[in-house]
């Protein structure tokens, strides 16, 4: 049944006209046009009124009291500014730590007393740069069994060819083929087997191959560093024993480092992930975790921030005084309420209103609180005065991709109660409709 032919009362005549307004205003907002300009978004007054959008003004930041971003100042100011924003804001207490990823454990697979130590605390070194030099007599025990198995492999594998040629010729039967077959694959695999544990603990092909060759036992072995980076500890000296999987040193990326700050709860309420954090003297931190639960001895909130880059002013386990700026804001960027920001994939965008609707610009947050965040765009659009959706945002973004103003915000996830359904007029025919 069409909409011409709803028998509706005449008290229902103004509302078939609003819907028949509404159809063109969909056809118009997802027309051709629109889809030519991928951020311009098409929405006249009367769509405005009927989707409920609400704009409001965003500010533009003077600079007197600039929380400086990493990602929006000159390299060579960051370090001066993060030192003029360590003077202001609330302060925490703070750990250096260096991120799990980056360590690496240095061990050995058998055991054995350390001959040679070939490294030093604090020193630098590259993958397979030698450690440490180790006499295992478990190392020769393995090679011996080795040689053990790798005989026996050979020779069960040579019996299964000459029990398959003798199988061919009718002379055995086909249940002891089978059985020297077996044999041959349990021996190989345990062969196989005990190669693996050789290189494991730190022979190479060659030294294996030797071992086949001329049957000379390997009493020392080297262990090396699995990557580059810096010896933080190193927990072996020569005559130590050492057992397999013992820890012989470990070695420290050259990555961003962390700090872990514990704030009170008034401190943590004012604080987001993604703000930045100060040390007098250093690169910012920018937060990139926040504990959802307290701390059982002090009940402070743990808040874990990284370095915006590698910055030799921090130390591990270094204690440093944390400071937080609180509604200060970069130099030239631009203050906007916290619901103007609209996710589309891994970008941010506003909604900035013109003559023609609404225009979707990116922006990247810098700072933000939970009801205002400062952002930074790079189109130079966001101007002193300029109005940025922040409700109904819903509506437009259903525009922008296609649905239309007012169809995305009658499929916006809310519950529709009967007096709704009757004050809207698509509503209003839907419910009709579905009585008939």
């Known amino acids: 049944m069409t909409l011409h032919h709803l028998p509706l009362r005449s008290s229902a005549a103004p509302a078939i006209m609003r819907v028949k307004a509404l159809i063109c205003l969909l056809a118009l907002a997802s027309s051709p046009l629109m889809a030519a300009d991928a951020r311009q978004i098409h929405l006249n007054a009367e769509q405005l009124r009927r989707s409920g959008i609400q704009t409001a003004p965003v500010s533009v930041a003077d600079g007197k009291s600039a929380m400086q971003s990493a990602s929006v100042a000159a390299p060579n100011q960051a370090t001066n500014q993060a030192t003029n924003q360590a003077a202001s804001g609330q302060f925490m207490s703070g750990t250096v730590i260096v991120p799990v990823n980056a360590l690496s454990l240095v061990s050995s697979h058998v055991s054995g007393v350390v001959q040679q130590v070939h490294v030093s605390p604090l020193q630098s070194v590259q993958a397979a740069t030698p450690v440490a030099s180790i006499f295992s007599q478990q190392l020769m025990e393995m090679q011996r069994d080795y040689l053990q198995l790798a005989t026996q492999a050979r020779l069960s594998k040579d019996k299964a060819q000459r029990d398959e040629a003798l199988f061919k010729e009718g002379i055995i039967a086909q249940a002891r083929l089978q059985e020297s077959q077996g044999q041959a694959i349990q021996t190989e695999i345990a062969a196989k087997e005990r190669y693996h544990s050789l290189r494991a603990a730190g022979l190479g092909d060659g030294q294996i191959k030797q071992l086949l060759s001329n049957h000379a036992l390997v009493s020392t072995f080297t262990v090396a560093a699995g990557g580059s980076g810096t010896i933080v500890e ?163 973004k259903g525009a922008w991709i296609g649905l239309g103003a007012e169809e995305a915000a009658a499929t916006a996830p809310t519950a529709p109660s009967a007096t709704s359904a009757a004050a809207h007029p698509v509503n209003a025919v839907k419910a009709q409709s579905g009585s008939k």
Not at 255 to 279: F, H, M, N, S
Not at 283 to 302: D, W
Not at 324 to 347: C, R
């Open 234 to 396: 190193l927990e072996i000296h020569p005559g130590q024993r050492v057992e397999a999987g013992m820890p012989l040193a470990k070695i420290s990326k050259d990555v961003p480092l962390w700090v872990e700050v514990q704030a009170t709860r008034q401190q943590a309420e004012k604080i987001r992930t993604g703000d930045l954090l100060y040390v007098k003297g250093c690169a910012p931190l920018r937060v990139m975790a926040i504990s959802p639960q307290l701390t059982g001895g002090n009940q402070a909130t743990l808040i874990r921030a990284q370095q915006e880059k590698r910055d030799a002013c921090l130390k591990p386990n270094q204690f440093v005084e944390v400071s937080h700026s609180i509604g200060s804001n970069a130099a030239g960027s631009i203050g906007i309420p916290a619901t103007a920001l609209v996710q589309q994939g891994a970008d941010t965008f506003v909604f900035l209103k013109n003559t023609q609707g609404f225009e979707a610009v990116k922006v990247q947050q810098v700072s933000g609180s939970a009801d205002k965040v400062w952002v930074t765009e790079a189109s130079g659009k966001l101007k002193a005065g300029a109005e940025v959706a922040v409700k109904g945002i819903v509506a437009i």
